[in-house]
Each structure stands twice: as C-alpha cells, then as structure tokens.
C-alpha cells in the first residue's frame, strides 16, 4: 500500500445493507487508518443513487482527499457502479484506497492500469448481464411468457366498446361501464 503525506485528509466510508448489521468492524479499520471524517449508512449497496451519505461524500471531497473503505462491495456492488464512483472521487481531485483489497489504490503509480482494468471488466460485466437477460427472455417467450404490460380491455371488450362508441355513445359513460380511463377507450380509435 502506498504510503501518504500526513496532509492528505483521510475520509472514511463505511456501509452495511441492513439496521440489523453492525458497522463496528469496518469504523474499527477506518479509525486506525487514520480517517478524520467518516461516512456511514445502513442502505443497501445496490444503487448508488440511493445512498445519501456516499453522496455527501462524494459532494464533500476536495483535491487531495483520499477516500478510504475496507472492500469493494462497501463503495459499490458492481463494476459499473464502482465506475461512477471512481469517476467522481477522480474529478474531485481525490484519490480511493480499500484497506483489505490493497490492489485497489488509486493513489498508487498503478492507478491508471487499475481503472483501465476496472473499465474492461465493468464493460465485460454488463455484456453478460445483456446476454443474461436476453436468454433469459427468449426462454420465457418460449414457455408462452407475455411482457410487457397487461391489456387493459380483452380483444372481445374492445370490440364491444369500439361499436358501442360508433353507436354515439359518448367516451365518459363507456370508460366507466368498462372501468377504465378515457384515454383508453380514445385510444381504441
């Protein structure tokens, strides 16, 4: 691990997914390297967006700032996601160390080949993710599987509602015998 100046300012991430887990360890691993500012929730790591004090942290970085965590499913469940984050910390100016993955250091000679790395597999990861979904969607149609939403009116109500339209009934009355929105029963034709 490479070793920083004592100016640098050391922020803390720590995260786990649920009220019922416990932040001791990672606080623990943070305090001892030294973080002055510590960040920490209880949220699930799947979406970044969701996570308000990984925002203000990522709001709160000033050039310089080293951003530490303990692993890599603390700051971000995939590659896409550590992406976006790396992104930030980079465009702030600061830098990403994890304490027990040392090969993940941005702050290190070799952080340009990490993120190079890190841009392939986060590039390969969601082609199989694409690939994932798409078998898996040909195997449902397959097995008779319908998508997209549900049709609000079977074919034998459209039918119904489309004569009973062209007989002068008017859009209001039709939309409520059938229990649906005017816009559905407008989009009949």
Known sequence: M???PSSI???GYARVSTDGQDLAYQLDRLRAAGCTKIFRE???GKNTTDRPQLRRLLRALKPGDVVLATVTD??????LDMLTILHSVKASGAGLRLLDEPFIDTTSELADLFLFILGWFARWH???ILENTAHGR???RRRGVKFGRPLKLTPSQQSEARA???AGEHVAALALAFGVS???IVRLG
């Open 74 to 79: 603390r700051m971000a469940r995939d590659p």
């Open 2 to 4: 490479t070793h920083l």
């Open 126 to 128: 969601r082609l199989r």
């Open 138 to 140: 040909e195997m449902a």
């Open 164 to 166: 009973r339209r062209r």
């Open 42 to 44: 209880k949220r699930s």
């Open 9 to 11: 300012r050391l922020v």
């Open 182 to 184: 005017k816009s559905t």
